[in-house]
């Protein structure tokens, strides 16, 4: 069983930034990536950005690429997503997921259960 909790949401202006942050309990041959997505009301789940533990690989979505930075820390089996220069449209609930990887939801088999970012204008 992996369980996922996400931290770092709250309500800022345009032009801040945020940190999240995501722990899983434990690694398994299953969830070889982490990832994070992110969900506004009416609109489909959107990929934000992604870790591969063995190769390093980071890829981040272009909607985002510039502004947002994710990064991971194999010692504590956790990814965090560095936003910068958030905007109005990044608002959502953002979601942190572990799985074989990809930028579609069925990629990832454990979620959790999100934290909530909300940008004023």
């Known amino acids: 069983q992996v369980q996922l909790v996400e931290s770092g949401g709250g309500l800022v202006q345009a032009g801040g930034s945020l940190r999240l942050s995501c722990v899983g309990t434990?690694?398994?041959?299953?969830?070889?990536?982490m990832a994070w997505f992110r969900q506004a009301p009416g609109k489909e789940r959107e990929f934000v950005a992604s870790s591969t533990w063995n190769s390093g690989a980071k890829v981040t979505s272009d909607s985002v690429k510039g502004r947002f930075t994710i990064s991971s820390d194999d010692s504590k089996n956790a990814v965090y997503l560095q936003m910068t220069n958030l905007k109005p449209e990044d608002t959502g609930l953002y979601l942190c997921?572990?799985?074989?990887?990809?930028?579609?939801?069925?990629?990832?088999?454990?979620w959790g259960t999100g934290t909530q970012v909300t940008v004023s204008s």
């Open positions: 434990r690694r398994t041959a299953l969830t070889s990536s």
């Open positions: 997921a572990a799985g074989f990887g990809g930028a579609l939801p069925d990629g990832y088999r454990f």
